[in-house]
């Protein structure tokens, strides 16, 4: 009884907790303050190192974006976590950064205006994730590409979103302002930093630098859905997810997979697939030959289909272009009645196209057990690094 009675206290206090928590939130977002954390990221085989950064706030503050650590992960992911300033803040109006890029040897430098009504729409948006808890936006990941290119996302449960992509121009620091205790100088810091990443020294080796735009045609957008065919009784679709070369990525669940509307996304990198039939449980992770999949949407939706910064949803385009101008893609993945896919196509009213087997790695589990693995899968090649 005593031992019954001490659980009712607990969970009154902690049903208290919740509600002042809940009051508390609705409170800053009248304020328009945010629980919101700064992280960084760059692409593995062009590393990158942050000088100094910071995000400039509205009352002329700032919060500081880590740095002095070596930068290369997975594109659109940010590698640190810091608890920067206040847990409510309201979000950045603007971004100072200087960063060294490794593979090139260069310093660039980005001092910008943030888009503010994107931004505020992003982190006023709210959404269900996989345990269906309410869940924001809470993050700021600055992303550093080669050829002086910031690309900024906004981070949250299930979701990575494109903010904005800024350019700066190359600048002179001195060895003794980036590295103060430093002996050497900056281009032999910068080989012997390469030198200890094998797959960064071999691949800028063999390939050298990327093409100065590769990095913007991975943001470029096409108004398409992904459309899961699936050959098997009483298929009930749990969820799509999709990493995007341009560093998104989406969990797709609930009323956003009945309803499976298009829009206007990136070209997706890989893409996870689960789905119930009857009894059992189904799994299917692709990942796309980067060149084949960039190179099938220019072809399937045109090389002149519109391109800006300004416009990220179907409906601003129709208003522009014409209503229905703007080609609607079905990427449509086909699946048998075991569980392994036989074709992935493309198809808008310009044209369709299939991508061969060889161009894909394909992992399949049903009931949490390997049932099909393609011999050219690659477990490093599905998590992008």
């Known amino acids: 009884m005593q031992n019954m009675k001490i659980l009712f206290i607990v969970m009154g206090i902690l049903s208290l907790f919740s509600s002042c928590s809940g009051k508390k939130e609705k409170q800053q977002e009248k304020e328009k303050l945010y629980s919101w954390y700064p992280s960084e990221s760059a692409p593995y085989l062009y590393p990158t190192t942050i000088h100094v950064g910071y995000f400039g706030m509205p009352d002329k503050s700032t919060v500081y974006i880590p740095s002095k650590s070596f930068v ?56 269900m994730n996989v345990r269906k808890i309410e869940q924001r936006y809470d993050g700021l990941v600055v992303g550093m590409a080669p050829y002086g ?22 600048v002179p620091v001195k060895m003794s302002e980036f590295r103060p205790r430093a002996i050497i100088s900056q281009d032999e810091y910068v080989k012997s930093t390469i030198e200890d990443e094998p797959r960064v020294y071999e691949n800028l080796k063999k390939n050298g630098l990327p093409d100065s735009l590769l990095f913007e045609n991975y943001r470029k957008r096409f108004n398409y859905h992904i459309v899961p065919e699936i050959e098997m009784e009483d298929v009930d679709l749990t969820q799509i997810a999709v990493h995007y070369f341009n560093g998104e990525y989406d969990v797709i669940l609930w009323e956003r997979l009945k309803e499976n509307l298009y829009s206007l ?14 009894k059992d449980q189904y799994e299917v992770r692709f990942v796309f030959d980067e060149q084949m999949i960039l190179s099938a949407f220019e072809k399937v939706f045109g090389s002149d289909y519109p391109q800006r910064d300004d416009f990220d949803i179907v409906e ?24 392994k896919p036989t074709k992935v196509s493309l198809k808008t009213e310009k044209g369709e196209m299939s991508v061969p087997t060889d161009k894909m790695q394909i992992l399949v589990i049903k009931n949490d057990k390997l049932i099909y693995e393609s011999s050219n899968y690659n477990e490093s090649d599905w998590w992008g690094y």
């Open 72 to 127: 290369g992960n997975v594109w659109g992911v940010g590698q640190s976590l810091h608890v920067v300033g206040e847990e409510y803040k309201p979000l950045p109006e603007a971004i100072e950064i200087v960063w060294l890029s490794f593979t090139e040897n260069k310093f660039y430098f980005v001092s910008e205006w943030l888009p503010k009504n994107r931004l505020q729409s992003l982190f006023d948006t709210v959404w």
């Open 149 to 170: 290119m910031i690309q900024i996302w906004a981070v949250g449960d299930g979701r990575r979103t494109e903010v904005c992509c800024l350019h700066g121009a190359e």
């Open 265 to 278: 996304q990136a070209r997706p990198r890989n893409i996870y697939i689960s789905w119930t039939a009857g």
């Open 316 to 339: 601003l385009y129709e208003k522009l272009y014409g209503e229905g101008k703007l080609p609607k893609g079905d990427f449509t993945i086909h699946i048998d009645n075991e569980g």
